[in-house]
């Protein structure tokens, strides 16, 4: 799958995109299909490795945590999502600005209302 990369620490012009696996969602985990991304400030420390001692990310690694998508797969024990379902997440430390990214079930992760596009959510 296409996505945006951070090969190395450093200023946010040499993200490339790049070729990466689409990943395999685990215990706790969906994989969502991505509809839109979001690039924020936090993102941009993390590429610049501001953030390294209290990050766990270490390049290569793929950028955004801000996803609207929709599940495609979810690993085992998850039971308030199901495939086919709109939601919007924090997808630390998986990078959301690919075309699929994991998010863990839980807080960091609520369905979509219908009257809110993908893009603005």
Known sequence: MRALVA????PVEN??????????????QLLLRVRAAGVNPYDVKLVRGTEREFAAVEPPFVVGIDVAGTV???????TDFASGDE???????SGGVA??????????VAHRPPNLAPSVA
């Open 72 to 78: 495609v797969a979810i690993g085992d024990g998850v």
């Open 7 to 10: 090969t190395s620490y450093g």
């Open 99 to 108: 075309e699929y990214v994991l998010a863990h079930a839980g807080p960091a």
């Open 15 to 28: 993200l490339t995109i790049g070729t990466v696996p689409v990943p395999t969602p685990g215990a706790g």
């Open 87 to 93: 939601v919007i997440a924090l997808t630390f430390p």
